[in-house]
């Protein structure tokens, strides 16, 4: 049995620039498992920078609200969902709430760093007022 205590992951400010601890991965540990899990937080008034998988992602949201966006899609999202993110698929998630949001990312297979591409240079920020073009 492996039992991973989140107090105990690293917290690192991962390529979207959300602040990420990685529980699971196969990739770096004994599991005979096929996906990752990462438990992310976003701050309030922010969002990731857009980026894409080759692998497909689940994002879990345990706290808060947002907008997820997939493509040319976007989305309110809100604890307690499941959004499922195809591969290759750009994505990003903004936070619509005065709390921090929080969610799983569950990549499957299993997330790697050289399966991920940043798609725009500007750093993740505040999300974009309604009209304002960022």
């Not at 039992?3 to 690293?10: M, N, Q, R, S, V």
């Not at 993110?85 to 998630?93: A, D, E, N, S």
């Not at 921090?100 to 007022?129: K, M, Q, T, Y």
Request: net charge negative.
């Amino acid at each position: 049995m492996i039992i991973k205590d989140l107090k105990e992951c690293a917290e690192i400010t991962a390529g979207d620039g959300s602040a990420l601890r990685e529980l699971l991965n196969p990739n770096k540990g004994p599991l005979r498992l096929g996906c990752s899990l990462a438990y992310a937080q976003v701050k309030a008034g922010r969002r990731t920078r857009p980026h894409r998988l080759k692998s497909s992602e689940v994002y879990f949201i345990l706290e808060g609200r947002g907008v997820m966006h997939v493509g040319e899609e976007a989305a309110q999202v809100a604890a307690g969902q499941a959004v499922y993110i195809p591969p290759f698929h750009v994505q990003f998630i903004e936070n619509s709430a005065q709390t921090d949001l929080v969610f799983l990312c569950i990549v499957d297979p299993a997330w790697r760093p050289e399966d991920e591409e940043i798609v725009a240079d500007a750093p993740a920020g505040r999300a974009p007022r309604p009209g304002n073009k960022e």
